[in-house]
């Protein structure tokens, strides 16, 4: 009984499991925002370039193609809600791994692009991608630890 702690689950610390985990959602998000990046280009004519991904200058709404890549980030944030609720399963923690996963992706876009990222649409974008994964992630995840736990014994024949 020492080890009751009054939690429904176990926590224990286990970097593996995390690390593994941070590298899943950015590899399923990076996977998906290529497969969209694609079609906008196939789309648009245009040639298909890791720009559309990393370089923060073609966040814009300049043209039809910015609206584009827009909508399309938007729609990658809804991936990574997805993802979070398959991978990470904790409510408590979407909102970390959201964050790490868009602070990973500033990472690699100051790497790709060689400067900090000072576009206010880049910023705009990644706050409201931010938020719209944490909240959804959160939402999927409650939704699924919030179902009821069956305690009758209904399925089961008694011969009396």
Known sequence: MNGITGQFRKTTWDPILIISQIIAVQCIM??????????????????????????????HVRDFGGYLLIIVFILNSIVGAIALWYLVQ??????DFACTAHLIHLLCCWMYNGTFPTTFSWWCLNIVTTSIMCVCGEFLCMKTELKAIPLGMSSQKTAL
């Open 30 to 59: 990076y996977f998906i925002l290529g497969v969209w990046i694609m079609m906008i280009a196939e789309f648009l004519g245009t040639t298909k370039s890791l720009d559309y991904a990393f370089q923060y200058k073609e966040i």
């Open 90 to 95: 904790r409510t408590k923690q979407c909102m």
